[in-house]
Structures are given as C-alpha cells and as structure tokens.
C-alpha cells in the first residue's frame, strides 16, 4: 500500500502546477545491511498523473530517483475543483494512488 | 517555505576548497553554490510526508482506549497544537514536571490513549524501513509553529531549575574522551568532516539551530526529532546513553529552547 | 474486455496508445500504469550512448533548446539528493529523460510530457559521484541534449 503521498496542485496562471512527494524506500540494490548483505533493489518504476481521464505526466524511473521522491511539473487544461491523480507502482508490485482537488492560485 | 540561513562555514570552505581548489575566489563561489544546493532542497520538503502522516496519527482514535490525541494539552490547553512548540518545554501540573513536546505525546498516549510507557516509548527514532510514530507526531506538532517567535517561559521555579540543569549539562565535561557540548558547540567555527558546528553560546546560532530541528535528514532518509538530535550527540561525545524523555534530556532542550527566544520558528526543515 | 487489452498490447503498448486507451474508457488509469512495461533494457544501460539506444534513437545532438534551469545545483553537499530540473523549447518535446554518467546505471528517470503538458520537470537523483548529467530530450521522434558537471561532496550510494 504504502504511505500517503503529499500531493499539491495549484493554479498558476493558466496552468496547474504539480508537486508531488512519495513516500518510499528507493533502495538502489547496490547498499550492503549492518551484516554485510546486499540490501535487494526496492523502487518506484512506474508513475502516471491523471486529470479529467487524461494522462498529464507519466514516467519510468529506476533505482537513482532519490529516497522519498520529489517531481514538480505544469499542465494546462485544469480548473479549481478539478481532481489530479498520482498512482505509482514499484519494482514488488505494490502501489498507491492520491488525488487532490486544484485549489486557487 | 524556509530560507536556509547563510552558512557560517570556514571550515567548510576549507575542506571544500581542497577538494574544488583553493584561492579566495573558489571559496566563495563554492559557498555561494552550496547555498544555492541548500535553497534547492526547501521545496519539496520530504519532512512533509511524515507531517501528514503526524496529523493522521493526531486524529485518529488509537491505542486500547480507542481515543484520539485531540484532548491532549501541550500546554495552551486541550488539543491546541497551533504555536504549542515554539512555548515548550514548560511545567505541567497534572504531571509534576518539565515537560518537553516528546515527553509530553507519551504521558498523552499514556493517560489518553491507554498505552503503557513502554509501548509508548518502543520506537521514539526511525531507522531503515521502519518509521517511528513518534517522529511522525514531532513532525506535525512541530509544524504548526511554523513562523511562530520561539517563546519559552522560566516562570515557574521548577523551569528555571530545568534551565540551570541544562545549562550544567552543556558545559559538564565527562566520558572517555572528556568532552562536553560546549566543547563542539562553545566557540565559532568548529566543525565535524565537513560539517560547521553552531556556537550555541552565540544568540544568533543558538537561535538558528533550535529553531531548524526537527529536520529531515539527508544522509538517513529520516525525520529526525530534537529529542533524536540530544542523543545523537551524547553517542558522538562518547557518554552514557541519553535516555528519551528524561530529565536530562528535558533540561538540555529547556536551556537551548529557552536561549532561541525571540527567533521565529522554522522547522521542520532540512539538512544535508 | 481481456481480448481489448491484448489487442492494445499489440498495438504497441507505448504511452500514446494507452492514454488512448483510457480516454476510450477501455482501461482504468491503474491497468493502464500496470501495463506500461517498465523498460528494464534501458535502465540497465551504463552509458550516454546506450541508454540513447535503448530508449530507441540512433543518437542524439546537443542543442540548446534542452537546459538545465533552477534549482540544479554546480556542488551537491549530498549526493542522496540532487535536484535537477529540464526545460525544453524544443517543438513537439514528448519526454525528457535525466541521466547520470558515472551511475552504475545510466538512466535515473524518464518522464512522458503529453501534449498541454509544459516541458518542464523538476526532481530529485542520486550521484555516487561527481559527475557529468544529461537532460536528453525526444521531440518529433529524435533526441537532443544538455550536459552539465555537478560535484559532489558525499556519495549518494552508499547508504
């Protein structure tokens, strides 16, 4: 399931901008545990941003995005009250969707 | 959104200026863009998600008694949390005692909630894949005191003995390696690796200091509370452990709260 | 249903088809994302040239359409957290991905900008070291890039 993330989407102008914060390990699989072992790769892969049953922002991201991860962009189209959707799934199959309402600039 | 502070780094525009060159020029312009990188950090603060997370945990009824925290008095009455941080610690009468925002969420989860002390008490500091409930409440509480003047009280007599005890503690040498806070944290620019060090007996870094924690911290992926940030520097001066919520851990963070009086309150914030 | 979503599949499976997809109503955005396949090809890469490849160009041009604006720092005092941000005026920029040179991986992210979507991201990476960055950008089916040295104070990867 994962934790909540931290969604704000805001006018700005025309435009709706987008911050996001997810909560999540982002282990590279590279990191060795207090005992020596390998700490497995444990990542989001798979991000997609909804608005109005369009997709505004997707990505693929590998193990380098950092721990708890940030994105900040802009689309056009969106109005105060309207919903934008964050889901993300990670390289175990679990996954989490949020969504805000755009509040006023 | 918080503004980092300029940088008191000499020591680090030493180190840096070995690794990036040397000569006045590249010193400041290496201070100039860890500054920038520092600034970079403030939006998007990932402390956020364990203040929503803190706010969650405030309002939902937990623990055997199936109650929230929203009766719990942090010292401007029963459930205000707005501004309570920037006035703890201070004396609480239903507990006897000094009482500072850490010790204070476990006498509520205690004699709200139905948690004993122990359960109460079992993960006060995250570590990897296991957040901490309690930083997640230090996280939120602290928050709503966002821009509010740190203002701790030394009304009552067992404040200012709270203070004076905190005050002997900074400055009480001991350990294997005869140290004290102030030993670190008693004269400009000392550091650690790379690391500047505030002179806590200056109002200006006092100020800055105790009004930046909790943070998030970079390096551990963790929110790390005021109570986190006491201890971690005991383990660092080789002393005894410093047990969460104790006295001692109260009366340090009555003599640095109370020396950031004046200062508005910026955290939870980030650092490296 | 099942037989829609394979015939969608084999349409491609790209991004565009999807979205397609689920403006169509034929997909929930969740399936849509499950199905999405995560191109492990590419984030496998352990260069500027082969992630270019495996992201499906020949290769691509430095232009100064593709920038790093603000906040993307000279010096990260982290490397565990590294914010960069890409701009593209580019017409007809579909993705912006970033990569790090001296990563054991290539590829940190790739972000699909739709049409109505500014191109522009903001985010945050890791860098075990210092290194050079790309921002590399497809627009009408080819790539573009910028290149920038950001120095690092404390390795990203080890813990």
């Known amino acids: ?105 | 959104m918080t503004r980092p502070h300029k940088p008191v780094v000499a020591a680090l525009l030493f180190a840096a200026g070995l690794l990036f060159g040397t000569g006045a020029h590249s010193q400041d312009s290496t201070a100039k863009a860890l500054q920038e990188y520092r600034d970079a950090l403030q939006d998007g603060n990932p402390a956020e998600l364990w203040e929503i997370k803190g706010e969650d945990m405030w309002q939902q009824p937990r623990g055997p008694n199936k109650v929230s925290m929203e009766k719990c008095d942090l010292g401007l009455g029963p459930g205000v949390v707005k501004g309570a941080y920037a006035r703890l610690p201070k004396y609480f009468k239903d507990t006897d005692r000094v009482d500072d925002l850490e010790s204070r969420l476990v006498h509520c989860m205690v004699s709200l909630q139905g948690y004993t002390r122990a359960e109460a008490t079992r993960r006060v500091f995250g570590g990897p894949g296991a957040a901490a409930d309690m930083e997640a409440l230090v996280a939120y509480v602290s928050s709503q005191s966002k821009g509010v003047k740190m203002n701790v009280a030394l009304a009552h007599p067992r404040e200012r003995e709270a203070y004076q005890m905190g005050q002997k503690l900074f400055y009480y040498r001991g350990g294997p390696h005869d140290f004290a806070c102030a030993t670190c944290h008693g004269e400009d620019n000392k550091r650690i690796r790379l690391q500047d060090l505030p002179n806590l007996t200056s109002k200006k870094d006092a100020q800055r200091a105790y009004t930046t924690w909790p943070a998030y911290r970079v390096s551990q992926g963790e929110l790390r509370s005021f109570q986190w940030r006491l201890y971690d520097c005991f383990r660092q001066q080789r002393f005894p452990e410093l047990l969460f919520g104790s006295d001692a851990s109260v009366a340090l963070t009555m003599f640095l709260a109370r020396n950031a009086n004046g200062a508005a309150f910026a955290a939870p914030a980030i650092k490296r | ?159």
């Open chain 1, 1 to 105: 399931m994962g934790e909540p993330m931290r969604i704000r989407a805001q006018m700005a102008g025309d435009k709706v901008e987008v911050r996001v914060l997810m909560s999540h390990e982002m282990e590279t699989g590279q990191r060795k545990d207090g005992g020596g072992n390998i700490v497995p790769a444990w990542f989001i892969q798979n991000i997609a941003v909804m608005h109005g049953g369009q997709t505004v922002l997707s990505a693929q991201w590998g193990p380098a995005v950092a721990k708890n991860p940030f994105m900040h962009f802009r689309f056009a189209g969106g109005r105060v009250g309207e919903k934008v959707s964050v889901t993300w799934t990670d390289n175990r199959g679990d996954k989490r969707t949020d969504e805000v309402a755009i509040t006023a600039g």
């Open chain 3, 1 to 159: 249903m099942n037989s829609v979503r394979r015939e969608v599949l084999k349409a491609g499976g790209g991004v565009t088809v999807m979205a397609l997809a689920v403006s169509a109503g034929l997909l929930r955005p969740e399936e849509a994302l499950a199905q999405a396949a995560w191109n492990k090809a590419a984030f496998e890469t352990r260069s500027f040239a082969d992630t270019v490849k495996a992201l499906g160009g020949a290769a691509a041009v430095e232009n100064p359409g593709v920038r790093f604006a603000s906040p993307t720092p000279e010096i990260a005092e982290n490397g565990a957290l590294v914010p960069v941000t890409v701009t593209s005026s580019i017409p007809k920029t579909e993705s912006i991905a970033i990569l790090v040179e001296k990563n054991p991986n290539t590829l940190a992210a790739n972000f699909v900008v739709p049409n109505g979507t500014e191109p522009f991201i903001s985010t945050r990476v890791k860098m075990g070291q210092t290194s050079d960055i790309y921002a590399l950008v497809k627009a009408d089916g080819r790539y573009y890039y910028a290149k920038k040295e950001i120095k690092v104070t404390i390795g990203g990867c080890g813990g």
